[in-house]
């Protein structure tokens, strides 16, 4: 019996259906409010509760969240009973070593490649774990799919077969100390595999790692084993061919896209599935959750995203630009911790330059407290851009002058209440 603190966060929500369909009897609690990850656990019959010590229960393990405080009124009563504790990665890894586990890590673009791993190997029998909430397994499946993040190290915990690295970059510098510490633990997770590691050999940082397993490099360069090439950026998608193996013409937009793509087609070559399952199962792919997701309201387009750190938002407007190069892009951003909006502010402001307005709300704290960071506002951005104004969560009149625009809601965190303002005032207007 397991018993989830913290259920509703994505990770931990794909982790309790996986339990469940293994046979496992699961439940789990968090606040009482709506997350998106409820509908997969209703669905699979998961007793969510609201935080109550009399929820815990003699004889459960318990599975611990990491946004969860010791403070937890929950997990102090489980401590008190003496009850089994995993932290959510310790239970993962647990998973690991009873299937043939390939692990996905990146700071970027991490959750659509496993997305799109699971659909590429969905007929040889596949569970998947994947950051923007889903999760499925049988316990007669050959291969284990897990997206691994990189923060506080906690990919350690896990033990692949395959090891994927679709870049390397400085981000969570509340944990990180510069970006040689951010290659030192990708590089002991690549070590960690054991058979091999399949890394993007266009980032500069994969390349300085010493690694002890066989390595294959992808990417566009030349010096890469796995390469695109005849590459096409059409507005319904990328056309490429890769060598040794075949011609694909996928529904994917901006580069970033395509080389999330080139690890899945690596991954798939080294073992050795048909060209032509490949092809079919990706021609297919419509993205991860939260990951430009899209919705179209008369000659608008709004996207949701989960996009936070400036890299990533770089290859959500490419892709935008694709797409829709007849469109006005605003972008509305929420930014995440203090840490990071105050280490990338002129990141953000080069990448909001090339939009034609950004709006952005407050600072989402997450872990971190705004007194201990008192000079670090979503001002540090909007007063270095002409283009980039303050908005809360109840101004959706703001944004709605505009039309023939694409409106790219970016943040990890749920602003769900302004896009969805958005979408019934644009819909009024019709």
């Known amino acids: 019996m397991y018993y989830f603190i913290g259920i509703k966060g994505a990770g931990m929500s794909a982790l309790a259906v996986i339990l469940k369909q293994l046979g496992n009897t699961v439940s789990g ?5 709506h997350f998106f990850t409820e509908d997969e656990l209703i669905k699979n019959n998961i007793p969510i509760y609201v935080y109550n010590e009399e929820n815990i229960k003699p004889g459960v393990t318990i599975i611990k969240g990491a946004s969860i405080g010791d403070d937890n009124v929950e997990l102090v009563k489980a401590r008190h ?21 390939i692990c996905v890590a990146g700071c970027h673009g991490k959750t659509t490649t496993t997305n799109m791993l699971a659909l590429a190997l969905r007929n040889q029998g596949v569970n998947y774990l994947i950051g923007d909430g889903t999760g499925s397994a049988l316990r007669d499946n050959r291969y284990f799919v897990l997206e691994a993040c990189e923060y506080q190290r906690h990919f350690l915990e896990y033990y692949p077969c395959y090891a994927i690295i679709t870049n ?9 100390k510069d ?3 951010v290659i030192d633990a990708y590089t002991s997770y690549a070590n960690n595999a054991s058979k091999m590691v399949i890394a993007n050999g266009d980032d500069p940082y994969t390349r300085k790692m010493k690694i002890k397993p066989d390595v294959v490099f992808y990417g566009l360069g030349e010096n890469n084993d796995i390469r695109a090439t005849n590459i096409e950026y059409k507005s319904d998608g990328i056309v490429f061919d890769v060598n040794g193996y075949g011609h694909f013409e996928l529904p994917l937009y901006g580069e970033a896209q395509l080389m999330d793509a080139l690890a899945v087609i690596t991954l798939c070559y ?23 997701t899209e919705t179209k309201i008369k000659d608008n ?32 951003f929420q930014p995440h911790t203090f840490t990071r909006t105050k280490e990338f502010a002129d990141d953000y402001v080069d990448v909001f330059k090339k939009v034609d307005k950004v709006y952005i709300l407050d600072i989402h704290p997450a872990r971190e407290k705004q007194e201990d960071y008192p000079d670090v506002t979503s001002d540090i951005i909007i007063s270095k851009l002409d283009n980039a104004y303050h908005i809360n969560e109840n101004e959706a009149d703001k944004l709605t002058c505009n039309d023939n625009t694409v409106f790219a809601f970016m943040s990890p965190n749920d602003i769900s209440k302004l896009e969805d303002s958005l979408k019934e005032k644009l819909k009024e207007k019709q």
Not at 81 to 101: A, D, P, Q, S, W
Not at 318 to 330: E, G, L, P
């Open 29 to 33: 609690s968090d606040v009482d409010k």
């Open 81 to 101: 009973m003496g009850l089994k504790i995993l932290e959510y990665n310790e239970m993962v890894g647990l998973l690991t070593k009873e299937f043939m586990t």
């Open 168 to 176: 390397i970059d400085l981000d969570h510098v509340d944990y990180f």
């Open 179 to 181: 970006i040689n510490d």
């Open 270 to 292: 080294l073992e050795r599935i048909d060209y032509k399952e490949v092809y079919s199962n990706l021609k297919e792919f419509v993205g991860a959750k939260r990951r430009f």
């Open 301 to 332: 387009i709004i996207i949701d995203d989960y996009a936070h750190h400036p890299n990533e938002i770089k290859a959500t407007i490419d892709a935008i630009c694709q797409k829709y190069s007849d469109k006005k892009i605003i972008i509305i």
